[in-house]
Nanobody
Framework: VQLQASGGGLVQAGGSLRLSCAAS????????VGWFRQAPGKQREFVAA????????HYTPSVKGRFTISRDNAKNTVYLQMNTLKPEDTAVYYC???????????????????WGQGTLVTVSS
């Protein structure tokens, strides 16, 4: 499956953005999808993930209550709604997919085999 992330941009602190991760090549069904981000000079870090059924979601503590991950399998798309954005949310955001994700590896970069190209989110203070 090929992934295409979009929706990034420049927003003021307190604003909102919605990122999209569209899959092509094969159906998204059966894949768990995660969002990661990487700020300049920092390691890539886990943001959120959703199981293929959409019934289970996971968030890193710093975004819980502000970000919401969801998916529309009919459209082969996963979304990341980001509200109350902060300057520290500034990063390149990547979506990634895995058919074999287990609970203990939800936040692990190496657990995801398919990656999109990233979309830049800049939050100004």
């Amino acid at each position: 499956v090929q992934l295409q992330a979009s929706g990034g941009g420049l927003v003021q602190a307190g604003g909102s953005l919605r990122l999209s991760c569209a899959a092509s090549g094969r159906t998204f069904s059966g894949y768990s999808v995660g969002w990661f981000r990487q700020a300049p000079g920092k390691q890539r870090e886990f943001v959120a993930a959703i199981r293929w059924s959409g019934s289970t979601t996971h968030y890193t503590p710093s975004v819980k209550g502000r970000f919401t991950i969801s998916r529309d399998n009919a459209k082969n798309t996963v979304y990341l709604q980001m509200n109350t954005l902060k300057p520290e949310d500034t990063a390149v955001y990547y979506c990634a997919a895995s058919r074999t994700l287990i609970l203990s590896s939800v936040g692990t970069v190496g657990a995801y085999k398919e990656w999109g190209q990233g979309t830049l989110v800049t939050v100004s203070s």
